[in-house]
T-cell receptor, first 114, second 111 residues
Framework: NAGVTQTPKFRVLKTGQSMTLLCAQD?????MYWYRQDPGMGLRLIHY???????AKGEVPDGYNVSRLKKQNFLLGLESAAPSQTSVYFC?????????????FGPGTRLTVT | GDSVTQMEGPVTLSEEAFLTINCTYT??????LFWYVQYPGEGLQLLLK?????DKGSNKGFEATYRKETTSFHLEKGSVQVSDSAVYFC??????????FGKGTKLSVIP
């Protein structure tokens, strides 16, 4: 199993450009998440999904959109990138099974917006 | 709302030193508590967890005990190694599938 994979690993955008980050998981997890990690801020939840076709806002959703058309994929879109969106983005997935709950993380995408 | 406060870093220790990283939380109900570790250039991995009061989570020589009376989940290791150098995150889950993370503590272990 590959676990959680993210594409691309690195990207540089100019202000105003758009892009889509792809997250894929092969563990048949229902729940998927997008976080951003900034120095001194820990991880902040951007959007999440509790199943195919459903999405919801997290703590910092502004400037981002998401889609979950297939259970195994969760896409994060930036329609008009801003320098404030320079960050490392992590995708995660989980299967909610009570006491065995665990979020599995991808390796991250480092995005720079100039 | 739910929150996690962990000690600010960075923390620098010599190899074989004792490690403590403090973590306290605020949450409604009875949260599950987690420690995640992030090695350089990688994503987060679950290190250990505890799901109820007085539970002790342990893995790779690390331990943490869920203390409801002090709302704490401090991470400890008796003898750190250079390979333990990483960023450590305390997190909680309170009644949902979402995690609330602390800001992370960077640990550097020098030979």
């Amino acid at each position: 199993n590959a676990g959680v994979t993210q594409t691309p690993k690195f990207r540089v955008l100019k202000t105003g450009q758009s892009m889509t980050l792809l997250c894929a998981q092969d563990m048949n997890h229902e729940y998927m998440y997008w976080y951003r990690q900034d120095p001194g801020m820990g991880l902040r939840l951007i959007h999440y999904s509790v199943g195919e076709g459903t999405t919801a806002k997290g703590e910092v959703p502004d400037g981002y959109n998401v889609s979950r058309l297939k259970k195994q994929n969760f896409l994060l879109g930036l329609e008009s990138a801003a320098p404030s969106q320079t960050s490392v983005y992590f995708c995660a997935s989980s299967y909610d099974s009570g006491q065995t709950y665990e979020q599995y993380f991808g390796p991250g995408t480092r995005l720079t917006v100039t | 709302g739910d929150s996690v406060t962990q000690m600010e870093g960075p923390v620098t220790l010599s190899e074989e030193a004792f490690l403590t990283i403090n973590c306290t939380y605020t949450a409604t109900g009875y949260p599950s508590l987690f420690w995640y570790v992030q090695y350089p250039g990688e994503g987060l991995q679950l290190l250990l967890k505890a799901t109820k009061a007085d539970d002790k989570g342990s893995n790779k020589g690390f331990e943490a005990t869920y203390r409801k009376e002090t709302t704490s989940f401090h991470l400890e290791k008796g003898s750190v190694q250079v390979s333990d150098s990483a960023v450590y995150f305390c997190a909680l889950r309170a009644g949902s599938y979402q995690l609330t993370f602390g800001k992370g503590t960077k640990l550097s272990v020098i030979p």
